[in-house]
């Protein structure tokens, strides 16, 4: 099929269509129970302000990978955890679970030669966490390009359902650009409410000249055409149809994707998370986008879900 692919002509709609009708077989997905309509969110890649040293204006971390954190992977000795790994520390002989976002947070942590860089608004490092990956506009000029390294092993908890829960914010209400202002109308709750979520990522400077983040197959994902998936039950490099709508609307939102990246937020067959691409627009139909969807996974003509996931 690759071999087929290398000769399809680009921007070549017909011969493109022709390749995939003759080439896979479309799969729905389902859950447990039969049900074939889950949550669809986006994420994209947002610009902050920050330097190389820290300053009075630059004072919040964006961390690489520390030396301490071991991450086992399971599935040597149990296969069925494939894909499963944990992460932690040694403490003695024993090995227990990562410092929370809380503990790093409060410098309990070994990261004080682990900066990477130093931001100037800790919500929007936050939401650079969530999102993955990210560009920095130093105060030289220079604009880097960060990405996903790592995380502490903890799962992710949604701080929108923190502040609906406390009666912060209407369930109707919450989006990202809601939680950012929030956060600037009450800063002496912010660091209480983001530690709610234990989760922590930590980051690697990319190349400077990609022409998109990269994705979890470490190619530059696409805008409009990269999904996030789960990849227990979706093959990650399997095209998928998605049948949604646009964020907070009812209009139609149809189109063929790839699933080229994860994420922690992203389980079962029925979850995906669209990349809608770089800057401020991108990061509008992100904040706002929670829409019902469902998904056809296209596969190989003669393979089937459970042959490819098997491996």
Partial sequence: VCNAARKVPPSNPAAARRFFE????????????????????????????????????????????????????LSAVHPELKGRRVRGRLEGRRVVPYYSRAEIENGHAPLADKALFWVDDPIDLFFLQVQGSGQIRLDTGERVRVGYADQNGYPYRSIGRVLIERGELAPNKVSMQAIKEWARNHPDKVADVINQNASYVFFRELASDLPGPLGALGVPLSAGRSLAVDPQHVPLGAPVYLATTWPNTRRPLQRLMVAQDTGSAIRGPLRGDYFWGYGYEAGVQAGRMRQSGRMWILLPVGMTPGQLLAR
């Fill in 22 to 73: 003759t080439h896979f077989r479309p799969y729905r997905a389902l859950d447990g129970e039969g049900r074939d309509e889950g949550l669809i969110t986006g994420y994209f890649e947002p610009l902050l302000h920050g330097s190389r040293s820290r300053s009075e204006r630059y004072r919040y971390p964006l961390y690489g990978v520390p030396d301490d954190l071991l991450v086992v992977d």
